[in-house]
């Protein structure tokens, strides 16, 4: 975004345009002293920023503008990468049709498996980072409740 009247600090609708990043960067950064200038004011406007953004004011607009994309982005037909199942999405990155069918996924592909040692006979064993086990299996299981 590029301030018409270059007030940095004049984030009015009507004060910003458009325009291609290239030009953008031409436009503000053809000196050394235009650099300086850019580098001391984002130090200046920093903190700013951050307290707009974190006002009501802020995250109203932020909810509005998020609620307003959301509903403009176009939805699209996938196939679920575990069931084949087709599914409608907006999300361009969403490969499964639902959390059952993507926690189904990573157990078959085993992405969350880790190794743990049997507290009861020293040997590693691979299992899920979100199982409960405590143990190698059912016979060390008996023995380590008992």
């Known amino acids: 975004m590029h301030h018409i009247n270059e007030d940095r600090s004049d984030n009015r609708i009507d004060n910003l345009e458009l325009i291609h ?3 953008h960067m031409s436009h503000h950064m053809s ?3 235009r650099k300086e200038f850019s580098r001391k004011q984002a130090e200046k406007i920093r903190p700013l920023t951050k307290a707009w953004h974190a006002s009501e004011e802020g995250r109203e ?9 959301w509903k403009n982005k176009k939805e699209f037909e996938i196939s679920c990468k575990q069931c084949n199942a087709k ?3 907006k999300t361009y990155h969403q490969e499964f049709c639902s959390n059952a069918c993507k926690s189904k996924w ?3 592909n ?3 498996d880790v190794e743990k040692l049997c507290p009861m006979c020293n040997q590693t064993y691979k299992t899920n980072k979100y199982s ?6 059912s016979a060390c299981g008996r023995l380590f409740k008992s």
């Open 21 to 23: 990043k290239s030009r």
């Open 31 to 33: 000196t050394e002293e």
């Open 61 to 69: 607009w932020h909810r509005k503008h998020g609620i307003e994309c």
């Open 87 to 89: 599914a409608i999405t």
């Open 106 to 108: 990573r157990r078959d």
């Open 110 to 112: 085993h992405i969350d």
């Open 132 to 137: 409960r086990s405590k143990t190698c299996g």
